[in-house]
DNA sequence: ACGATCGCTG
């Protein structure tokens, strides 16, 4: 019944006449711009003046200012003040304790902080929830979610406190490193689950693509008589219009409405941006008229988000507009921003308007991010500059940058496809070996470039080396390595393995059909074609 | 101290 197509949108119709591309001259909308940093120095002068009073002044005056740069995300320079402040003898409470734990875990550097956890001892505190909480976030952020576990295991045993968060954090850091089987079963053992708790694991099943099982979970709030907050509808909005579920997407909005919980500025940004995937740009604009009618702000990502779907199309007038309403309306570009435009410019086909762009960046003190440089590479890449891309390559190292499976993978297809076989594969072991692991888009990258190099051996030592591990080649890998037996004449080779593709579950595409098929004309064997021919057609895969 | 939005690889 919720999959119902009928669910009247009540929003859209509702859509004002007004244009979003007009300069705004309502107060409302023209943003007040702290300096951060003016409020940073603010802070640590206003800490150094404690710190030379001739009367100590209580720890809790040192206590509110390092809670506010904290709360500024200056977790390095919290450090360096606590530091001075230990050094002048003032000695930290457990909450500075805490706070010097929090400021090392937001930096990763879980050495430090677990070193404080000791001091803590030493010292004579008993660490509470908060001490133990923060440990835990620390370790999930790194991705260390299992000894995140087994402190808790630990701290358990021990008999420390733990609290209703604590549980969050570690249903949490399972879902985020794709253990949502695990973060469920956690849940369970859960007697009263908390919304964030439902929330996770929700947005986990929907982002891995299972919208019944997240349906269910939602209909367990509902049944039990959870109320779902404004979060928990912008997470079933996003997340079925990630399944491609848009209508129920919209159903949840009206739900959402009728139970009086009013859109943000995330939900308007989730609209814009499927819509802008549905291609229906004049109505993502209208959104955005919508929402500021609202009286809700659009921010950088409401921008970001309509200037890269007219990118999409192309529409590189449309995107500048969008660019220079969001300048006018006081909303700065951040790094998404530009690499957004870098990659308009690269699908446009004007790779030097992208390097401008970055360069754009440098002047404007933006360190562009890993997806940035991804974007400049790989376009960098699909025009034959290689040593162009490898130069950025290097530089993201400088910068600390870290690439990823998707740098390699561009480049390592950049390679292939300029005839540099073994650099390609050079650069697979060296990817290999600073730990990033290939994903099937690399083995598939480079068992076409070894197919079409005319290296079927090297191709099929990475096939056979995919299977040694225990991976499933998915169907593009087989395509690949089909196309490279027939290209080498090895029909017979070639047939097998679509026997054993089939048979192993992966089932042909109308991409594996074409390579056989054609690939059997070109051998005279025009009735085994044929057969082929009617094989595709009986499975329906001629749109 | 736990949850939601935008840009990159075949």
Redesign the pocket.
Same mark, same amino acid.
């Given at each position: 019944m919720w999959l119902s197509r009928s669910v009247t949108v009540s929003l859209l119709p509702s859509i004002a006449k007004f244009s979003p591309f007009l300069p705004m001259h309502n107060s409302l909308f023209c943003s007040h711009l702290h300096s951060q940093t003016s409020l940073h120095d603010d802070a640590v002068s206003q800490f150094n003046r404690l710190l030379h009073q001739r009367h100590v002044p209580s720890i809790f005056e040192f206590g509110k200012i390092l809670?506010f740069l904290?709360?500024m995300k200056q977790y390095s320079t919290s450090i360096s003040l606590i530091k001075q402040m230990e050094f002048k003898g003032i000695l930290c409470d457990l909450a500075n304790l805490?706070?010097l734990i929090?400021c090392f875990c937001h930096l990763h550097k879980l050495a430090f902080a677990f070193s404080v956890f000791a001091k803590i001892f030493k010292r004579g505190y008993h660490p509470?929830?908060?001490t133990?909480?923060?440990l835990m976030?620390g370790l999930c952020d790194k991705g260390e979610v299992k000894e995140a576990l087994n402190f808790h295991d630990k701290v358990v045993a021990l008999g420390f406190p733990l609290?209703? !968060?604590? !549980?969050?954090?570690l249903?949490?850091g399972l879902?985020?490193i794709g253990e949502t089987e695990a973060a469920i079963e956690l849940l369970r053992t859960i007697q009263r689950p908390?919304?964030?708790? !439902?929330?996770?694991i929700i947005?986990s099943l929907l $982002?891995e693509k299972h919208p019944t099982e997240a349906y269910d979970f939602y209909y367990e709030m509902v049944i039990k008589g959870i109320p779902? %907050?404004? @979060?928990? #509808?912008?997470?079933l909005i /996003?997340?079925f219009c990630?399944v491609g579920q848009v209508e129920v997407a919209f159903g949840f909005l009206n739900e959402m409405i009728s139970n009086s919980i009013r859109p943000?500025?995330?939900?308007?940004?989730?609209l814009?941006?499927v819509l802008?995937?549905e291609r229906k740009l004049g109505e993502a604009k209208n959104v955005l008229g919508v929402m500021v009618k609202a009286y809700v702000k659009p921010? @950088?990502?409401?921008?970001?988000?309509l200037m890269?779907g007219y990118y999409?199309l192309n529409k590189v007038r449309n995107a500048k507009q969008v660019f220079s309403a969001m300048t006018h309306m006081g909303v700065s570009p951040? =790094? $998404?921003?530009?690499?957004?435009m870098? %990659?308009g410019f690269?699908?446009n086909k004007r790779v030097d308007k992208a390097i401008n762009l970055f360069q754009e960046m440098h002047d404007r003190n933006m360190v562009?991010?890993?997806?940035? /440089?991804?974007?400049l590479i790989?376009g960098l890449c $699909?025009i034959g500059r290689i040593s162009h891309a490898w130069d950025l390559f290097r530089e993201m190292r400088g910068r600390n940058r870290q690439a990823? =499976?998707?740098? #390699?993978?561009?480049l390592i297809?950049g390679l292939c496809k300029n005839q540099h076989l073994d650099k390609a594969i050079e650069l697979l072991r060296k990817m290999r070996e600073n730990g990033v692991q290939p994903?099937? /888009?690399?083995v598939?990258?480079l068992i076409?470039g070894m197919c079409r190099g005319g290296r079927l051996k090297n191709a099929q030592e990475i096939f056979q080396d995919l299977l040694n591990k225990g991976h499933n080649p998915?169907?593009?890998?087989y395509n690949a390595m089909i196309s490279g037996l027939c290209k080498e004449g090895l029909l017979d080779e070639a047939l097998t393995l679509w026997s054993k593709m089939e048979d192993s579950g992966c089932l042909s595409n109308v991409i594996t059909f074409e390579i056989i098929i054609s690939a059997l004309f070109k051998n005279g064997q025009t009735e085994k074609a044929e057969v082929f021919f009617h094989e595709m057609i009986s499975r329906d895969l001629l749109k």
């Amino acid at each position: 019944m919720w999959l119902s197509r009928s669910v009247t949108v009540s929003l859209l119709p509702s859509i004002a006449k007004f244009s979003p591309f007009l300069p705004m001259h309502n107060s409302l909308f023209c943003s007040h711009l702290h300096s951060q940093t003016s409020l940073h120095d603010d802070a640590v002068s206003q800490f150094n003046r404690l710190l030379h009073q001739r009367h100590v002044p209580s720890i809790f005056e040192f206590g509110k200012i390092l809670g506010f740069l904290v709360r500024m995300k200056q977790y390095s320079t919290s450090i360096s003040l606590i530091k001075q402040m230990e050094f002048k003898g003032i000695l930290c409470d457990l909450a500075n304790l805490n706070l010097l734990i929090n400021c090392f875990c937001h930096l990763h550097k879980l050495a430090f902080a677990f070193s404080v956890f000791a001091k803590i001892f030493k010292r004579g505190y008993h660490p509470d929830a908060f001490t133990l909480n923060t440990l835990m976030r620390g370790l999930c952020d790194k991705g260390e979610v299992k000894e995140a576990l087994n402190f808790h295991d630990k701290v358990v045993a021990l008999g420390f406190p733990l609290d209703q !968060y604590s !549980y969050g954090i570690l249903v949490n850091g399972l879902s985020k490193i794709g253990e949502t089987e695990a973060a469920i079963e956690l849940l369970r053992t859960i007697q009263r689950p908390s919304i964030v708790m !439902y929330n996770i694991i929700i947005d986990s099943l929907l $982002k891995e693509k299972h919208p019944t099982e997240a349906y269910d979970f939602y209909y367990e709030m509902v049944i039990k008589g959870i109320p779902l %907050n404004l @979060v928990n #509808y912008n997470t079933l909005i /996003y997340g079925f219009c990630l399944v491609g579920q848009v209508e129920v997407a919209f159903g949840f909005l009206n739900e959402m409405i009728s139970n009086s919980i009013r859109p943000d500025v995330y939900t308007y940004n989730i609209l814009i941006d499927v819509l802008c995937k549905e291609r229906k740009l004049g109505e993502a604009k209208n959104v955005l008229g919508v929402m500021v009618k609202a009286y809700v702000k659009p921010n @950088v990502v409401s921008f970001n988000a309509l200037m890269n779907g007219y990118y999409a199309l192309n529409k590189v007038r449309n995107a500048k507009q969008v660019f220079s309403a969001m300048t006018h309306m006081g909303v700065s570009p951040d =790094v $998404k921003t530009y690499g957004i435009m870098i %990659n308009g410019f690269i699908r446009n086909k004007r790779v030097d308007k992208a390097i401008n762009l970055f360069q754009e960046m440098h002047d404007r003190n933006m360190v562009p991010d890993t997806v940035t /440089y991804n974007t400049l590479i790989d376009g960098l890449c $699909k025009i034959g500059r290689i040593s162009h891309a490898w130069d950025l390559f290097r530089e993201m190292r400088g910068r600390n940058r870290q690439a990823n =499976v998707i740098t #390699y993978s561009s480049l390592i297809d950049g390679l292939c496809k300029n005839q540099h076989l073994d650099k390609a594969i050079e650069l697979l072991r060296k990817m290999r070996e600073n730990g990033v692991q290939p994903d099937m /888009y690399t083995v598939n990258i480079l068992i076409n470039g070894m197919c079409r190099g005319g290296r079927l051996k090297n191709a099929q030592e990475i096939f056979q080396d995919l299977l040694n591990k225990g991976h499933n080649p998915n169907i593009p890998t087989y395509n690949a390595m089909i196309s490279g037996l027939c290209k080498e004449g090895l029909l017979d080779e070639a047939l097998t393995l679509w026997s054993k593709m089939e048979d192993s579950g992966c089932l042909s595409n109308v991409i594996t059909f074409e390579i056989i098929i054609s690939a059997l004309f070109k051998n005279g064997q025009t009735e085994k074609a044929e057969v082929f021919f009617h094989e595709m057609i009986s499975r329906d895969l001629l749109k």
